[in-house]
DNA sequence: CTGAAAGCGCTAACAG
DNA sequence: CTGTTAGCGCTTTCAG
C-alpha cells in the first residue's frame, strides 16, 4: 500500500489534481465545497505530499547546509546555531554535517554524486581542501567558505582577521607584565593556514613589545582539543625557565592547559596567565574563568548565509567577496585574576 | 546559461541519454569509444547532476535528519557526533538540525511541508512534543525518538534507563558517606519526563539508603544549562543545613555548580562532592574533574539509526521498538577527590 | 552494447 | 474558480 499522490486523492474527491494541489498549498481560493471535499479525501488517503517532487518542479529544496569538521568543538556547535539561526531569518532550513576533519570526506562533499548537491547553498569550514578541489567540484550548490584557509580570490570568505585577534591576546598578557609568553597550537603545515595567522600575529605583539622570540615557547599541536592543550601546558612547565603566560590558539586547548596547570599546583593567573580564543560558553564557567578573543559568531553566520543566499538568487554577481567579521577581547580570571576575594589565584589547598 | 542537463551532454555526445547516465553513474559496460566521446562532452558542458530528479526517481534520498534541542549542548553534539558515524555505516547521510527547545518548531518538522520530508527518515529528541503530535503528523519519514519523553508504545525509541543512571549516581555519594545529598534539575511539569524519571531514581537511592527526603535539597531548573546550575549551588549553600553533595541531572548543571562552590571557597569533595549525568568531554578537564554517569552515546546512535533503517528499508515490521542503552558510573575527582597531590580538595588559597 | 520512451509526483501555464 | 496538461531531470524497462 504504497503512498497516497495527489492523483488519488484527486480521483477519491472527484475533483482535479489541479484543484488538490491548491486545496493542499493553500494557492488559488477554492470553493468551500470542493474544498471539503478535497480535505476528506486528503484525510482519509492520509496524503503527505512528495517534498523531493514538488523540489525537482520547483528547482529548489530550501535546504542550506553547514560542514564543519567537527560537531563536538563547542565553538562550531556555536557557529551552527548561530547559523541555524540566520539561515531561517532569510527562509532557508540550514542542516549540519561534519567530517571528522577527515580530508577525504572533505572531497567527498564537492563530488558530482554528493548527497549535499541536493541542498541550494553550502556553506564549508574546510580544513584540507584545496582551492583545486573547489575548481573541479562536481556538484553545484554555490559555497561560501568559513575561516582563512584557502585564500585565492575565487570563492566567497568569511573570516576574522587572525592575525590581529592574536595580536591582541598576545598584547593583553604583555599589559599584565608578562613577558616570558608561551603559544600552544601552531600547524607549521600545508593545512595550518589559521594556526600560522595567529602565530604571525603573536609574534608581531612579541616584537611591537620589544621581546625576543624563544622557539622553544611554541608548542605545536595537531589538532585544538583539551587533551593536547593539556600535554604542552605541562611540556611547557617542565622547561628549565618556564613561561609566565600562555597564548593557546583556541579555547579548547587553553581549557586543556588551565586544568593541567591549576593540577600541578601553579597558580592561574599569578604564576602563569592564560588566553585563548573563541569565546565559547565553557570558557565562562572554568575555574579560573577563560580570558579569551571572541569572533562575533552571530555576524559570521549572517555574513556566511547573506552572502551564500545573494548567491543562490543570483541577487549578486558571482563575484567571491572576502567578508571579515569582527572580533572582541574578553578579558577573565585566567588573566585578571580572581576579584573580590582578596587572593591571589587559585591553587590546591591542603 | 543554465546547468547542463543529461538531453544536453547526449545531444552534444551524439549518443543517447541512456548512455550519458551510463557513463555518469559507471552502470552497464559502455564502449570505449562512446564512453569517451561522453566524457568530453561531460567536460565541456561542466555537467552536474540534478540530485532532486535522481531522488524523486530513486524514491529517496539517501539523506536521515537527526533533530536535537540544542547543538552547542556538549551532550547532543557529542551524541550527533556518534549518530553521523552511525549513518555513514548504513550508507545514509546524516544530518542535524536544532529546534532551540523551541515546541513551535518541534511540531514545524511534523508538518506536512516541512523541508525535512525529504529526509528517508527521522531521528527526533524533542521536549514538547506529544503522541498527538506525532500521530496527526503530514510528513512521511519514519521516526525514532531518543529519550524517554513521550512513553505510549506508538514509536520507536531509545533511551537509557534514567531512574538507575540517577539512582546510581545518588548511590555513588552515598557510598562516600554522604547524607545530605542535593539534586538539581528537577522538572516538575508536563514536559520533564526525564527529569522526573531522575528524581525517581535520586529518591529510590536514598530510601534504600534509610535516608529521609528533604524537598528543600531539591532544586528545580527550566533547562538544564551551566548557568542555572550554578545559581542552584549558590542557593544551596545557603541553607541553614547546606548539602554535603549534589547529584545534578545533567553535566552542564553540575559543571556549573562546581565553579560556583570552588568560587566560592568549598572544597569539592570535601566539603561538597558533586555529579552530575551525560559523560561529556569537558567533565573530564574541569577542575577539579567531574563523576558522572554517562549514556552509552555510540550505543544510542547505532540503535537509533539501525532502527529507523530497518524502519525505512522495510527489514523490520514497523511494531515500535523500546530500545534500552547502556550507561556507565565513571567516578572522578569531583567525588573521588585529587588524588596524588596529598591533599584534601581543592579550594581558593592566598 | 545502445536507443527510445515511460513515468517518478508535483507545480503552474493555459484554457475555460 | 477549476480542469487539462506539459514538463522538471533523471533512471530504467523494453526493444533492438
Redesign the pocket.
Same mark, same amino acid.
Given at each position: 500500500m504504497?503512498?497516497a499522490?495527489?492523483?488519488d486523492v484527486a480521483t477519491r474527491a472527484? !475533483? /482535479?489534481?489541479?484543484?488538490v494541489?491548491?486545496v493542499?498549498?493553500g494557492?488559488?481560493? !477554492? /470553493?468551500d465545497?470542493?474544498?471539503a471535499k478535497v480535505e476528506t479525501a486528503l484525510g482519509e488517503l492520509d496524503?503527505?505530499?512528495?517534498v523531493i517532487?514538488?523540489n525537482?518542479?520547483?528547482?529548489r529544496s530550501g535546504l542550506l547546509g553547514l560542514v564543519v569538521p567537527e560537531l563536538d568543538v563547542p565553538y562550531f556547535a556555536e557557529l551552527a546555531r548561530a547559523t541555524i539561526a540566520a539561515g531561517r531569518r532569510h527562509g532557508y532550513t540550514v542542516m549540519v554535517d561534519q567530517t571528522d576533519a577527515d580530508p577525504e570526506r572533505e572531497r567527498e562533499l564537492l563530488t558530482r554524486n554528493s548527497r549535499l548537491a541536493l541542498f541550494d547553498g553550502l556553506i564549508l569550514s574546510p580544513l584540507t581542501l584545496t582551492v583545486q578541489d573547489l575548481r573541479v567540484r562536481g556538484n553545484r550548490a554555490p559555497i561560501v567558505l568559513l575561516g582563512e584557509h584557502l585564500f585565492d580570490g575565487s570563492f566567497s570568505h568569511v573570516a576574522i582577521d587572525n592575525v590581529a585577534a592574536a595580536r591582541e591576546a598576545t598584547e593583553h598578557l604583555i599589559a599584565l607584565g608578562r613577558t616570558r609568553i608561551a603559544a600552544i597550537g601552531d600547524q607549521p603545515y600545508q593545512t595550518g593556514e589559521t594556526a600560522q595567522l595567529r602565530t604571525a600575529g603573536y609574534r608581531q605583539a612579541l616584537e611591537r613589545a620589544g621581546i625576543a622570540y624563544d622557539p622553544r615557547l611554541v608548542r605545536p599541536t595537531e589538532r585544538f582539543h583539551r587533551r593536547l592543550g593539556a600535554a604542552a601546558a605541562t611540556e611547557l612547565m617542565a622547561l628549565p625557565s618556564p613561561p609566565d603566560a600562555i597564548f593557546c590558539y583556541n579555547d579548547l586547548l587553553a581549557l586543556g592547559a588551565l586544568r593541567s596547570l591549576v593540577r600541578a599546583g601553579v597558580r592561574v593567573p599569578d604564576d602563569v596567565a592564560v588566553i585563548g580564543i573563541d569565546g565559547i560558553e565553557e570558557g565562562e564557567f572554568s575555574m579560573p574563568s577563560l580570558s579569551t578573543v571572541a569572533p562575533d559568531k552571530q555576524q559570521i553566520a549572517t555574513l556566511a548565509v547573506e552572502s551564500l543566499v545573494a548567491l543562490i538568487e543570483g541577487t549578486a554577481a558571482p563575484a567571491p567577496a572576502e567578508v571579515r567579521a569582527a572580533h572582541t577581547l574578553l578579558p577573565r580570571e585566567s588573566t585578571l585574576g580572581i576579584s573580590g576575594l582578596g587572593v591571589s589565584g587559585l591553587g590546591i589547598s591542603g
Open positions: 504504497r503512498e499522490t495527489l492523483k472527484g !475533483v /482535479s489534481i489541479r484543484t494541489s491548491n493542499v498549498n494557492y488559488a481560493p !477554492v /470553493s465545497a470542493l474544498r496524503y503527505r505530499p512528495n517532487a514538488r525537482l518542479k520547483q528547482g
